[in-house]
Each structure stands twice: as structure tokens, then as C-alpha cells.
């Protein structure tokens, strides 16, 4: 059994309702110059792409997946991890899951041209109808946008955390019966109720007393919020789950996302152990409603 697991078996242990779900996967990050373990390679899903939250989500369920810049669904996603210079002016593939729902509500699909990350980069992505570009709308022709402008669009994206300049070669999302030793996660992320996620702060309390500050948007959430994010601050977020990760990854309507360093989980896990006689979970109003299976 691989550390992390054995730990999130520890933490399911200690919350004391048998059999609770907690969906939680596992990241790498290998930048350019590194060797990514054969074992690793296997996972570049071939002939598609995937979101990030896609492949957060079936991390979490037990599938694991390897994004590269060839097999990354959401130009978005890409630049947040690094996997691609925000203001390259070029597409990053003919099809990819998030341009392809712009392409198939375009009006002219035979003459489509997928949006460049400089596209996103400028807000004209994210406030297509302000910027006159339609062929970038999700939702057809009532489509508003994500902003009410491309000024307003860089506001926000100006705190969505990115690895840029592009400095990443692939990112791991794994589940946590990846059975390597070697491959130690950088991030680890929880989808949890409000409940779980009470115990969890209540846990990482217990022995350092910090408060959790969450830092939150309606876009990039798994990838910026959840993922970067812990990952540049050696912090844990909190966030809800954006536009992309409801409707293309489907995150259940009860469920949002923790994000922390690995370092933190096992804190956390820690701390859930040496508490659980001060904090009893399982007589918490809803917790036994999420049992697996």
C-alpha cells in the first residue's frame, strides 16, 4: 500500500462512519528536463482529450490520467498548469473538449477556428459577447459570457494562480491505488460535503491553530484554485466547483473541492486521529449519508 493511501485510509478510519466516500486524487508535476516513469507514460489517454476536472474526477474514482500538452481538453487549464505560453497566438489542436462545444454551437462549423491562448489570455474567450466573437459563446446565441467585458475577464484572471512562464512537461492525476512508491503526490485533492469538509479544518486546527483562508472564482476552479494554487503557496484552498467542472466533469451538486500540499495532508490526517475523541463526526447531521457504493 503506497503512503497516501495508507493515510487516506487513516483519515477515513478516524471520521468513524463506515464506508464513507471521500473522492481524492493525487498530483504530479513533472517539469521540462524530468523523467516521467514509464509507468506514468502508460497513462497519456491516446486519440482524446480531457479536462482537468475530468481527470481530477475520475482520479478520484480510481482512473488516472497523464496531461500533456497533446491530451489536455481546456486551453484554460493548460496555461494554469504551465503546459502552454498564455499568449501563444496559435491553437493548441483542432479539437479539444472545451472548443468543441464552441464549435458545435457555431454558426459556420466547416470555418471554426478554436481559440489561440492568447484568446483566453486578452478576456476575449471569457467575454465573447462583449468582443464580438459568438463563434467562442458555450451556450448559443443568449449566450452573455463568463464577464461583462475583456477588462473585467482580466481582472479576475489576474488572480487565477498560473505557472507561467510554461515550465511544465505533463501533470499526473492519479488515483490512490497507483502502486509506485517513487511517485510522490505534490497535491492532493478531497471532494467533500460542507460536513467532511468542517472536520477536515476542524483536524488541521487541532495541532497548528492557522485558520484556512480559501481564495475562490467561478472559473478554473480545479485547475487555479485547487490544484496551482496549493501548489506554488504550500497552502490548502478551499473552492467551489466553476462552470467546467459541473457541467462537463459533472461534480455533484453537494460536493466542493479541497486542495493542499501533500505535506498538509498528512497534517491533516494527523490531526483528524488525535481529535477524534474532541470531534465526533459521525454524530454530525448528515454525515452517514455518503457511504461508497
Known amino acids: 500500500m503506497t503512503q497516501v493511501k495508507n493515510l487516506h485510509d487513516r483519515m477515513i478510519a478516524a471520521l468513524g462512519v463506515e464506508d464513507l466516500s471521500v473522492p481524492t486524487a493525487c498530483v504530479k508535476f513533472y517539469n521540462q528536463g524530468d523523467e516521467i516513469p514509464a509507468g506514468v507514460r502508460d497513462y497519456e489517454p491516446q486519440g482524446l482529450t480531457l479536462t482537468s476536472c475530468q481527470s481530477t474526477r475520475q482520479a478520484g474514482f480510481g482512473d ?15 496555461i494554469t498548469f504551465g503546459l502552454v505560453d498564455k499568449n501563444q497566438d496559435q491553437p493548441m489542436g483542432e479539437s479539444l473538449v472545451y472548443t468543441d462545444i464552441m464549435k458545435a454551437q457555431a454558426g459556420n462549423k466547416d470555418h471554426f477556428t478554436p481559440p489561440t491562448p492568447k484568446d ?41 494562480v498560473a505557472i507561467q512562464p510554461a515550465t511544465t512537461q505533463a501533470v499526473f492525476l492519479y488515483a490512490l491505488d497507483f502502486d509506485d512508491e517513487d511517485v510522490e503526490p505534490d497535491v492532493v485533492v478531497l471532494s467533500v460535503r460542507p460536513v467532511e469538509l468542517t472536520r477536515i479544518i476542524q483536524a488541521y486546527q487541532f495541532h497548528t491553530g492557522k485558520r484556512v483562508n480559501a481564495s475562490m472564482g467561478g472559473l478554473r476552479v480545479v485547475n487555479s484554485d485547487l490544484i ?21 466533469a459533472a461534480f455533484e451538486a453537494d460536493r466542493m473541492g479541497i486542495g493542499m500540499p501533500f505535506s498538509v495532508f498528512k497534517e491533516i490526517v494527523q490531526g483528524m486521529e488525535d481529535s477524534a475523541g474532541g470531534f465526533p463526526f459521525a454524530a454530525y447531521p448528515g454525515a452517514q449519508s455518503a457511504t461508497a457504493g
Not at 64 to 78: D, N
Not at 229 to 240: A, I, W
Request: overall charge negative.
Open 64 to 78: 488516472s490520467v497523464l496531461l500533456t500538452p497533446k491530451s489536455i481538453g481546456c486551453v484554460a487549464a493548460a
Open 120 to 160: 483566453f489570455t486578452d478576456g476575449t474567450v471569457y467575454a465573447c459577447t462583449a468582443a464580438g466573437r459568438s463563434d467562442f459563446a458555450l451556450f448559443g446565441p443568449d449566450d452573455t459570457g463568463r464577464y461583462d467585458s475583456p477588462q473585467t475577464a482580466q481582472r479576475a484572471m489576474a488572480d487565477m
Open 228 to 248: 496551482v494554487r496549493p501548489y506554488l503557496t504550500q497552502e490548502m484552498n478551499v473552492s467551489t466547483y466553476c462552470l467546467g467542472a459541473r457541467l462537463i
